[in-house]
């Protein structure tokens, strides 16, 4: 079993950073793939970013490609997102999810969620 809790949400201009935290409870945090997805108003929930167990490994959406940096630190269970060059179309809850594996994006392949954190950008 694995709790995730998000934080580092908010409201930021367009071409603003931000920096997403998800930590996780257990002792079997370095054992699952992690990922962010996301999901805007009246959308379906979207694939961001994976990262292998171990960190050697990461994946991209498209449409984040050169802003976004997805890294973890398993001494501290804890998954980030670096959000760079904000744009207005990145606006939505933003989830961390474990389990599937780091190639993977589909969401049904993930086990464990956290309950999201709200990014707006403003234009």
């Known amino acids: 079993q694995v709790q995730l809790v998000e934080s580092g949400g908010g409201l930021v201009q367009a071409g603003g950073s931000l920096r997403l935290s998800c930590a996780a409870s257990g002792r079997t945090f370095s054992s699952y793939a992690m990922g962010w997805f996301r999901q805007a108003p009246g959308k379906e929930r979207e694939f961001v970013a994976s990262?292998?167990?171990?960190?050697?490994?990461?994946l991209y959406a498209d449409s984040v490609k050169g802003r976004f940096t997805i890294s973890r630190d398993n001494a501290k269970n804890t998954v980030y997102l670096h959000m760079n060059s904000l744009k207005p179309e990145d606006t939505a809850v933003y989830y961390c999810?474990?389990?599937?594996?780091?190639?993977?994006?589909?969401?049904?392949?993930?086990?464990?969620w956290g309950q999201g954190t709200q990014v707006t950008v403003s234009s």
């Open positions: 990262i292998s167990r171990r960190g050697g490994s990461t």
């Open positions: 999810a474990a389990g599937g594996t780091v190639w993977n994006t589909d969401p049904r392949s993930y086990t464990y």
